[in-house]
DNA sequence: CCGCCTCAAAATGTATACATTTATACATTT
DNA sequence: AAATGTATAAATGTATACATTTTGAGGCGG
């Protein structure tokens, strides 16, 4: 097994909430796991540093990230800027082939809702979105802050009890698009974005139920 | 020598252009050079691959990052997009101590001007201009693709000519942030970033004086 | 003359062994 | 008992040696 596929499973493990933020990686014990030496190990940790999985200090253990609250609400902020400018660039290019694949992508979000492959098939539906931008670096800044999220909201143990406010979202942005309506997606979007915010935030720990107050 | 200072060194050389997108990088030859083993230099690859400033692929040679025009095209269009969403926000959190920070920073990018410490000074200059922003990880963003435009202008030899100009956009820039002209100052910015990129992409190989046409 | 295959040289990937740094537990002191 | 210093254990960083993959040159055939 080499450094990639290391990586690769180490980031699943990590995104589905098997380690929480903060918590520590020890090289020795990936080595023991995958079975091989502690080289390509390292290699497959400076691979999620580089992917914010978590956080490398030399001469330190590897620590699964842990954003701060403020930290937290700038992410969400990144989020908002570069998701409202990518599904605008995304509209004006979108052809109806591509509203097809949206269709799928949200009818395969409803079948997984209320599972554990919800979180994947948000991030596919979104992708769905954004994907006729043909910003691909956009979209890869958009994934990672999107990972960044999904590893806190994992990590501390949020249920998707509001899927179906989501996937309500989710169908009127399909409709959005279906009509062009460029600002009356980003309306949409911005509050689907601005609600996840603030259920991740009050669910914080230190921070009782209070929806984006000091920053 | 460890791998972070490493990875610092090489990096100095190649956004320097002692090194032009898509050279290859060699991990023994740079081994040599710091009288290390392969190891930390493996280290100081990844390390430069987060940071985008080298390709790194399994198995193959390391190469400088080399972006064809539309790639260029989006990293421009991201860097608009960010900083002008960074500098609205640092206007609003502007105080006179800020001001004076950005005045030693263009007065220093004024004596630096036509040298080859203009891009540190250029950087250093807009940096004090977003820094009120609080957004440290906004910042790194915006860093890390003016670093990818850097590699590529200072690669194909783009002479800092319209030094002057750019100067005088900086002065403007700070008379804005003075009356707290949120639009004013956005809008010199995005000439100064458009002017920059129509720079770079006329000087691109293949594209002869094409200012902003295909994508 | 061009394209393709083969094979040797070179570069990268990995395991093992060892050095260095950090962390934990324990004893000591106040 | 709390705080501090020290020693032992554990984890990370690096060098060497070897396996694997890529690459580039040369020869072969079209």
Chains 1, 2 share one sequence.
Not at 16 to 40: C, N, T, W
Not at 149 to 162: E, F, T
Request: aromatic share 4%.
């Amino acid at each position: 097994m080499s450094a990639d596929k290391i990586a690769d499973a180490l980031e699943t493990d990590i995104v589905g909430g098997a380690y929480h933020p903060g918590e520590e990686l020890k090289q020795g014990k990936i080595a023991d796991r995958f079975s091989v030496s502690r080289i390509p190990v390292r290699d497959a940790l400076q691979l999620l540093a580089a992917r914010g999985v978590i956080e490398l200090v030399p001469n330190k253990r590897a620590r699964v990230i842990s954003l701060s609250a403020s930290e937290i609400d700038e992410v969400y902020a990144l989020r908002l800027l570069l998701e409202s400018d990518c599904l605008r660039q995304s509209i004006q290019n979108m052809t109806d082939i591509d509203i097809g694949a949206i269709e799928r992508a949200l009818a395969h979000s409803d079948i997984d809702a209320k599972t554990e492959r919800w979180a994947d098939s948000d991030w596919e539906f979104h992708e769905s979105l954004y994907r006729p931008s043909k910003r691909p670096r956009q979209l890869a800044m958009i994934e990672s802050l999107r990972k960044t999220c999904r590893i806190h909201i994992a990590g501390y143990g949020i249920l998707p009890s509001r899927t179906e406010g989501w996937l309500d979202d989710h169908a009127r942005l399909l409709d959005a698009c279906r009509s062009r309506s460029e600002n009356q997606a980003v309306n949409i979007l911005t509050r689907h974005i601005e609600n996840a915010r603030d259920t991740l935030m009050s669910a914080l720990p230190g921070t009782d139920s209070a929806p984006h107050g000091q920053a």
